[in-house]
């Protein structure tokens, strides 16, 4: 089985200073991926990043990077120079061994852009 | 990356009535689509995973007979709400994963539906 764990119901940052989104993981598979996801209000799920379980590096999108700590089982979410259109749910999520295996999702954290 | 779109975005019935939600993959095959329900402030939770050409597997908890998905083409899922009550009121998502992208297993998701049981 697969758990997802976000400890941080919501933050908030100043406008263009970084913020980090915490994710832990549990999962007895040893090949995985990890993703993050990005829900605004409007409801649409935007994908944000991916890490693979054997990648060496952590994966970076842009202001986005993923900060991947295997032996502690972390997936944490770098945003850097915040911005405004930035505000919204965070999701983090895995799949398991196979690609084809369903993704489970944590709870989310809910990012506030301050000006 | 990879399109998918949901239809409708917004309805409302009434209890009783059956709505169906349409969920299409635009410019990729899709063997494997997923339906997602996600109440307000809370995660997504995985009803079913919808196949091509075979029956849905569905999670435990979720009425197969309450929630009926069609995987009839491998661009096109439908997940059918059948007899709707207001407590079926609630966001439901699709999500597909391109063929091509098996290695990463990336979900692409649709625009989501709000549905709405008066």
């Known amino acids: 089985a697969q758990k997802i764990t976000q400890t941080q119901p919501g933050m908030f940052v100043q406008e263009k200073e970084a913020v980090t989104l915490d994710c832990t993981y549990d999962t007895s598979d040893q090949s995985y991926g990890l993703f993050w996801y990005k829900q605004p209000s409007s409801g649409e799920m935007i994908f944000l990043i991916y890490?693979?379980?054997?990648?060496?590096q952590n994966a970076t999108e842009g202001r986005y990077s993923l900060n991947f700590q295997k032996a502690r089982k972390s997936a944490n979410l770098v945003i850097s120079a915040s911005q405004l259109g930035d505000s919204a749910m965070y999701f983090c999520a895995m799949r398991g061994e196979r690609g084809y295996q369903k993704v489970t999702f944590g709870i989310g954290t809910k990012l506030q852009v301050i000006p | 990356g990879a399109v998918v779109s949901q239809h409708p975005s917004r309805v409302i019935c009434k209890s009783g009535t059956s709505v169906k939600i349409e969920c299409r993959s635009l410019?990729?095959?899709?063997?494997?689509m997923f339906w997602y329900r996600q109440f307000p402030k809370q995660s997504l939770m995985l009803m079913a995973t919808?196949?091509?050409?075979?029956?849905?597997?569905?999670e435990q908890g979720v009425e197969k007979d309450k929630f009926l998905i069609n995987h009839a083409s491998l661009t096109l899922s439908t997940l059918t709400v059948t007899s709707a009550h207001p407590e079926d009121s609630s966001f439901y998502i699709c999500?597909?994963?391109?063929?091509?992208?098996?290695?990463?297993?990336?979900?692409?998701f649709g625009e989501g539906s709000r549905l709405t049981v008066l």
């Open positions: 890490q693979g379980s054997y990648d060496e």
């Open positions: 999500s597909a994963r391109d063929r091509g992208a098996a290695n990463t297993g990336e979900l692409f």
């Open positions: 919808s196949n091509e050409g075979s029956k849905a597997t569905y």
């Open positions: 410019d990729f095959q899709a063997t494997t």
